[in-house]
């Protein structure tokens, strides 16, 4: 039976500068020289050797904006992709609880990217074989990097939102009693890695920035275990608000819509079982395409030059996102609205060469008109998070998860109580202790 192998704490991933010195050492060293070593595990942070929380201030000759937007760099995670943590998260709570056994069992990482790509790092740094499970229209880059880790692959039909096709594949995989699912909609190491890990470095990154507060935290719905962090910053700032994106090609909370898009990473056709809604306060849709060609802009184009190579679609679609959101709620000069690069744009020349094919190449002329991608962002396709639509937002999520995935309507009325989000924030102290007692054994 192989190693069983345990990693870091919830607290060690927000702090990891208080790690022992020699382990922090050998750490950050691997992460340039060995990025399949093991203690990689200890670089599941948004910290860079300083201790400072990694991120990037867009600047204002793109957004146009008053309030300053920041963008938290995911790219230094291992794996490429913030992601990571959350299936590392999920992982060793299983592990823990000895849901899960290295050598027995395979890991099941139903995905449409990033979070496959965490499970391909994972998996084998703890010793358990990986079968991620993701759309056969995501980009080249990802499958190759899944495979680059030592993960295995299935591909089903259809692009970014086809999320169904997923869960269909992964019904047939459950037969099988040594597949163990980790599965990022439903499981709440998700919640609770970006609740308290993520939250809690967005309110650090805050203090130092504007007037030292969290206006609004904005992040696109993949799993939406993202905007988990929303609820620790209104914990510090109650006036903060937690804003979602979600493509105007499927609309889902927006209008109850659908359909598919490009943007991958976000916009799964459904509302997630971790997804907070009743403390949302606002959506934004924003365009694929527009995605596309900002990505391409800040990659190819002499502006945002500090932004190059360091975000993805999702990323420009959640800087899209933040300025929408911005002009929405007025927000004035020192006022702080914080944002989220989940990747970098290593698994994305393949989507931008297809983009060329369609639009033809990006010359001068046409990169000044896509400046205006940015700063011509309107308060169009807008939401307000009402008593009314958040209970629809919540009421949603009947349709997968009672109807398809078997969770029960006691379960989802159960979640209408804040006390329940309560209990999923707490139990980070209680695995932390679990996980320090094992790791002394």
């Not at 990037?56 to 913030?82: D, K, N, Y």
């Not at 084998?124 to 990986?130: D, F, K, V």
Request: aromatic share 8%.
């Amino acid at each position: 039976m192989p190693t069983m192998i345990f990693g870091p704490t919830f607290e060690e991933m927000l702090h990891p500068e208080r790690l022992p010195r020699d382990l922090r050492q050998r750490a950050l060293a691997a992460l340039e020289t060995a990025p399949l070593d093991p203690v990689n595990l200890y670089n599941i942070t948004w910290k860079d050797a300083a201790g400072a929380v990694r991120h990037l201030v867009v600047p204002r000759e793109l957004t146009g904006t008053e309030a300053t937007i920041v963008l938290m760099t995911g790219c230094r995670f291992p794996s490429g992709s913030h992601k990571v943590g959350a299936v590392y998260s999920i992982l060793i709570e299983k592990q823990l609880l000895g849901e899960v056994v290295p050598g027995r069992d395979t890991l099941v990482c139903p995905s449409t990217g990033n979070y496959g790509i965490g499970g391909a790092w994972v998996g084998p740094r703890m010793n358990y074989r990986s079968l991620v499970v993701l759309p056969e229209e995501m980009s080249a880059e990802r499958f190759e990097k899944i495979r680059s880790y030592g993960a295995d692959l299935i591909k089903t039909p259809g692009c970014e939102s086809n999320v169904k096709e997923i869960f269909d594949k992964v019904k047939e995989l459950r037969r099988d009693p040594k597949n163990k699912i980790l599965e990022q909609f439903s499981e709440f190491g998700n919640y609770r890695f970006h609740y308290y890990v993520t939250g809690n470095s967005a309110v650090e990154l805050a203090k130092g920035l504007g007037n030292g507060r969290v206006a609004a935290f904005v992040s696109a719905m993949g799993s939406a275990g993202t905007l988990a962090a929303g609820d620790r910053i209104k914990q510090v700032f109650p006036d903060a608000r937690i804003v979602g994106v979600e493509p105007i090609q499927c609309p889902t909370l927006f209008n109850a819509g659908f359909g598919g898009h490009r943007i991958e990473g976000i916009g799964d056709k459904h509302v997630t079982w971790i997804h907070n809604v009743l403390n949302m306060d606002l959506l934004c849709c924003v365009d694929d395409l527009e995605c596309l060609k900002g990505l391409q802009l800040i990659q190819e184009g002499d502006v945002a030059v500090s932004l190059r190579g360091m975000i993805g679609i999702s990323g420009v679609c959640n800087i899209l996102g933040a300025i929408k959101a911005a002009r929405y709620l007025g927000l004035r000069r020192g006022d702080v609205v914080i944002t989220v690069a989940t990747d970098g744009f290593d698994r994305y020349p393949s989507v931008l060469r297809r983009l060329s094919e369609e639009c033809g190449p990006m010359d001068r002329e046409e990169a000044r008109r896509r400046v205006e991608i940015f700063r011509g962002q309107k308060a169009d396709w807008i939401l307000e998070g009402s008593r009314e639509t958040r209970w629809r937002w919540h009421n949603q999520k009947y349709y997968t998860w009672v109807e398809q995935q078997g969770k029960s309507v006691a379960e989802l009325r159960a979640q209408e109580d804040p006390v329940f989000w309560l209990a999923q924030q707490e139990k980070v102290a209680e695995l932390d202790g679990r996980l320090t007692a094992h790791r002394s054994r």
